[in-house]
């Protein structure tokens, strides 16, 4: 027996296992949270099974996604990441990722978590959502962390972070996780 899931899972074993275990699954874990933001932002202008299959070297070149040592990299560790194979090159987004989470730091201090902040949109409440690329909510969200100082974090990146952290479930009707 099949199971029905979205139809963007496809077949592939890497969507299926992200879409049936983190997609759309309410995180609070600031952890978990700037590692999200990271990726999403990377995830710009390219397919998220492109970011998906290099998870790992992710996770290696930017140290577990360890907010702190991200805040605190240099010109050089930029550079270093620059030529990491296993990872996007994008000079812009390599240096956003280094911006955002000074910035992050910087949220989690003013509201004791970057959870505090995120879901305070919300008031905790997830949204129930159809499928869109970006929303009032999103839009509201990216202003915030453009005027925070945030880089790579429009309307649509945010829409795809806030279903991929669980505030936006986009689960289609006919999916077991709707």
Request: glycine residues 6%; hydrophobic residues 35%; aromatic residues 12%.
């Amino acid at each position: 027996m099949s199971i029905n899931r979205c139809s963007w899972a496809g077949d592939d074993e890497t969507y299926i296992r992200y879409h049936d275990e983190e997609w759309g699954v309410p995180t609070h874990d600031d952890h978990e949270l700037f590692e999200m933001l990271v990726l999403e932002s990377f995830q710009a202008g390219l397919s998220w099974i492109t970011i998906l299959k290099k998870r790992e070297n992710f996770r290696k070149a930017f140290d577990d996604f360890d907010v702190e040592k991200v805040a605190s990299y240099d010109e050089n560790k930029i550079e270093e990441l620059r030529q990491n194979k296993g990872i996007i090159r994008h000079k812009g987004k390599i240096a956003s990722a280094v911006n955002n989470a000074g910035i992050f730091i910087e949220i989690q201090k003013e509201f004791g978590s970057f959870d505090n902040y995120i879901w305070g949109f919300t008031d905790g409440e997830i949204i129930k959502a159809e499928f869109l690329t970006e929303s009032e909510l999103s839009k509201r969200i990216s202003k915030d962390l453009k005027k925070r100082g945030m880089k790579f974090v429009g309307p649509t990146i945010i829409y795809s972070y806030l279903e991929s952290i669980g505030i936006i479930d986009n689960h289609q009707e006919n999916c077991f996780k709707y």
